[in-house]
């Protein structure tokens, strides 16, 4: 059986210390689950930065990636969350493709009362039980409650 791809959207990538310790994590924990991950910083890592046109190319890998996977998992941490994430989480919406958010940044950036992030953000999940497509911790993402698990499992 051939294994689900998640393109792991995340702005982590951009620091050194959150690139060696935090994507590992989420890597690991989505294998975990029987899952491939497309990590964009570790897919680009084979982009020639002294070269001109490198920001093209990049953009354009990371947004085939996101149409060729089959779901995304977004780490949707910042107020407001990183723009090149909300990008391709708005890729992976338009094409309906599964959408899963992590958030363990406790800071509300709504005028909602119904999420803590901007409504748009939600439009790829369900209105009623929205909440199993949305962890705030790693732990959460093998837990066979939660949409993620039954998805793979499906």
């Known amino acids: 059986m051939t294994k689900k791809?998640?393109?792991?959207?995340?702005?982590y990538g951009f620091s050194r210390q959150w690139s060696e310790?935090?994507?590992?994590q989420f890597v690991t924990a989505?294998?975990?689950?029987g899952?491939?991950?497309?990590?964009p910083f570790a897919r680009n890592s084979q982009v020639d930065f002294s070269r001109s046109g490198w920001a093209y190319n990049v953009a354009i890998a990371d947004l085939q990636d996101v149409k060729d996977a089959h779901a995304i998992f977004a780490i949707v941490n910042g107020n407001p969350p990183d723009e090149g994430v909300m990008v391709e989480l708005g890729v992976a919406i338009a094409l309906k493709k599964p959408t899963f958010l992590f958030?363990?940044?406790?800071?509300?950036?709504?005028?909602s009362t119904d999420y803590p992030l901007n409504l748009m953000i939600f439009s790829g999940l369900?209105?009623?039980?929205?909440?199993?497509?949305?962890?705030t911790s790693i732990d959460e993402i093998g837990n066979k409650d939660k949409a993620l698990f039954r998805w793979v499992d499906s």
């Open 21 to 24: 310790r935090l994507i590992p």
């Open 103 to 111: 958030r363990d940044d406790f800071r509300r950036c709504t005028d």
């Open 30 to 33: 989505l294998e975990g689950i």
């Open 5 to 11: 791809i998640i393109y792991l959207a995340s702005p």
């Open 35 to 39: 899952l491939k991950v497309w990590e």
């Open 126 to 135: 369900p209105a009623i039980g929205w909440e199993d497509y949305f962890y």
